[in-house]
């Protein structure tokens, strides 16, 4: 099928078999770099590789000042378009160049240097893009935390990254709530070891945080005061091989994994991607609707867009009320975007409360040409329901916080590749995928399998954990030599289309967010009335799947269950964050264990998906499985 398709795909993946070097080599080319890399490919650097290894560059200057320099300054960098605090805000190149100068020369005032960590606590601002671009331009590596997680994880993280300063927000906004972040961030400090020298708050016009004497700087007042000087920073001259940021995500225990990104790679593969994959060209508009805190929105809200001097856009809002099911129509006709990159589980929030699109009558879609989706797993469903509402090709992609940019996708930008219902199509150069069994064997077309990719990782990738090279190779690369382990499964057909269906570890997708449910098991373990407990996800029409925590209760004279559910649905929102989408907790008498003691996660999710199940031959106590049954029923499952 690939062979004959008008689609360059074939060539140019066939290149990068070929001479993988040459490939990444000539995408370089595309960098603005101040020493060009001489070395493609180190095989002896880092864990398993590294790229453009004595290459010199910086990822702010490629952003922003080479666009300025080339005529772009006048050009729409940033459109900030928030409609829970009415607000349009539109920053050019030139716009973007004075900001991040002057964030730079900020942080510069406050001790940061080459190498310093900076955590970046903040909501959908057009300030939270240009501080990760100062961090860039000054050298530091930027920590973006998520704001819908609780104190207690950005402690984690502060404690991991060990920031020299927190930038952060006074609040964010969901739909109907001011969020205050400054309580959270005050509380995460005081939980932290590692204490940070200084804390810039963002006040927003919804509420004013308070200040704490000697370590919090007004963001109005600083940068004021760095205008009045006329100081701005220059960019760094950073080696390819430097971290660029680190972005934590769920691991499979509550510790999450401080993945580490580099700068040339990441740059190379970035930029070559916005225009093979996503077919976007300079100067055009780009919606990446996603937020900071995930590497969605890192890759192509931020660098990827910026990196091709096209137009991106920060939406502050949800798909769904804000106010309405027609806002991501709106936001396409109002600014002209050529493609939106969104979640599955977005278009399914807006299918379910605008089924037949009537808040599409009446827009001019003239501009969009495709929807892409990740972060998921796309049903067909929603996939065709999209494609026959805009009439636009939508482009499902495969990938993770790890690997930075997509394994698999159908390359616009090379011609579109027939599409195949549920699968995100196929490899990009760089991925050398392969499909095996538990003892590393590779299956054959068509079966199931753990997916894996060939080392080295392509540019872009990440070379490891934040000081974790044992956790990063414990937990990657130990169980299929010579392989990174994705830890999805799938299987990959007779045309070399990829089909990914789900995880193989506890990780768990909750409306396009990626959380652990053995970091919720230990929230749940830490109440001091759970004897144990198992938490799963469950099947969902709108999220995709939501977790659901089992608990068996200490003996002895208790408070009522429903009391302590409740109690354990507020201490996961309290601990975690309400981004864990925490809200089922059910007791029950005991859990379906094997003889050796290992709870049946795998036959409970059959249960409450309602899907085929047996009980297997090593259960301990088949009755056990029979209450779970009975207790979903009794919930309405
Ligand atoms: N700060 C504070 N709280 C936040 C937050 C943030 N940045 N983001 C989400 N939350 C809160 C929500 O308000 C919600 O709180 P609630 O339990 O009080 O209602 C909770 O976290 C769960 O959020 P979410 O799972 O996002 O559900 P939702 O009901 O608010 O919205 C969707 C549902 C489908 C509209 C929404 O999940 C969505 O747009 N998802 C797209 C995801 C995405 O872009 N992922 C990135 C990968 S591409
Ligand atoms: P994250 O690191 O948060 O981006 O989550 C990565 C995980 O999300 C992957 O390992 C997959 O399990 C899942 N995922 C992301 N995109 C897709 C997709 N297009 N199809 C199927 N699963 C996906």
């Not at 070395?39 to 952003?63: E, H, L, M, S």
């Not at 959908?124 to 997680?149: D, K, N, Y």
């Not at 939980?191 to 020298?197: L, S």
């Not at 193989?504 to 749940?524: F, P, Q, Y």
Request: proline fraction near 7%; glycine fraction near 10%.
């Amino acid at each position: 099928m690939l062979e004959r398709s008008a689609s360059r795909y074939a060539d140019v993946y066939g290149a990068w078999r070929r001479d993988p070097e040459a490939f990444w080599s000539a995408a370089a080319k595309d960098i603005d770099w101040t020493t060009p890399p001489a070395t493609i490919f180190d095989g002896q650097a880092g864990v398993y590789g590294r790229w453009f290894t004595d290459g010199v560059c910086n990822a702010c200057f490629n952003a922003v000042d080479r666009h300025v320099e080339t005529g772009r300054g006048d050009q729409p960098a940033l459109i900030f378009d928030s409609p829970v605090t009415d607000t349009r805000r539109t920053w050019t190149y030139s716009d973007l160049l004075n900001e991040v100068r002057t964030i730079g020369a900020m942080l510069q005032a406050l001790g940061v240097e080459k190498g310093d960590r900076v955590v970046i606590y903040m909501p959908m601002v057009p300030e939270a893009v240009a501080t990760m671009l100062a961090c860039a331009r000054i050298g530091a590596v930027h920590s973006v935390v998520f704001g819908g997680f609780a104190a207690k994880e950005l402690a984690a993280r502060i404690d991991d990254a060990a920031p020299k300063v927190i930038l952060a927000a006074s609040c964010g906004i969901e739909t109907s709530r001011v969020v205050p972040y400054k309580p959270l961030l005050d509380l995460a400090i005081q939980m932290a070891v590692a204490k940070p020298a200084a804390c810039i708050i963002l006040q927003r016009p919804q509420l004013t945080a308070s200040m704490l004497e000697g370590r919090d700087h007004d963001w109005a007042e600083l940068r004021a005061e760095t205008l009045a000087a006329f100081r701005g920073a220059e960019c760094a001259p950073m080696a390819a091989t430097d971290p660029l940021y680190i972005l934590y995500t769920s691991g499979t225990t509550g510790l999450p994994k401080g993945v580490v990104r580099d700068t040339g790679g990441y740059l190379v593969a970035l930029r070559w991607s916005m225009e093979n994959l996503y077919g976007v060209k300079p100067g055009e508009v780009f919606w990446c609707a996603s937020d900071i805190g995930w590497v969605v929105g890192h890759s192509y809200i931020v660098y990827g867009p910026l990196l091709l001097g096209a137009t991106s856009i920060i939406y502050e809002g949800k798909p769904v009320g804000t106010p309405d099911p027609g806002a991501f129509w709106r936001v396409i006709e109002e600014h002209k975007a050529v493609a939106l990159f969104t979640a599955p589980t977005a278009l399914r929030a807006i299918k379910k409360e605008d089924p037949e699109t009537t808040h599409l009558k009446g827009r001019d879609l003239s501009c969009f040409r495709t929807l892409f989706l990740a972060g998921e797993r796309a049903d067909p469903d929603t996939v065709e329901w999209a494609r026959e509402r805009l009439g636009v090709p939508v482009v499902d992609h495969w990938w993770q916080t790890e690997t930075g940019w997509a394994i698999a996708g159908n390359p616009v930008g090379l011609g579109l590749l027939p599409f195949k219902p549920g699968s995100p199509t196929v490899p990009m150069p760089g991925y050398d995928l392969q499909v095996v069994d538990e003892a590393a064997k590779p299956v054959a077309a068509g079966t199931m399998g753990s997916i894996v990719i060939r080392l080295p990782l392509p540019p872009g990738c990440l070379p490891t954990l934040w000081k974790q090279d044992q956790r990063f190779h414990d937990s990657y690369l130990a169980d299929f030599p010579g392989f990174y382990k994705t830890s999805d499964a799938g299987f990959v057909d007779e045309d070399g289309y990829v089909f990914v269906m789900g995880r193989t570890d506890d990780i768990i997708n909750v409306a396009g967010h990626r959380l652990s449910t053995g970091g919720m098991e230990e929230v749940l373990s830490s109440h001091p009335d759970v004897a144990e407990c198992a938490v799963i996800g469950i099947k969902d029409a709108l999220k995709g799947e939501v977790p659901c925590g089992f608990v068996v209760l200490k003996a002895g004279d208790r408070r009522a269950p429903e009391v302590i559910e409740a109690e354990l649905v507020s201490l996961v929102r309290e601990r975690i964050g309400p981004v864990a989408a925490f809200k089922i907790a059910i007791t029950v008498p005991r859990l379906p264990k094997t003889r050796s003691g290992k709870i049946l996660r795998g036959t409970m999710k059959k249960i409450a998906d309602a899907d085929p199940w047996t009980a297997p031959a090593t259960i301990d106590d088949p009755g056990a499985l029979e209450d779970v049954a009975a207790s979903l029923k009794a919930r309405g499952f």
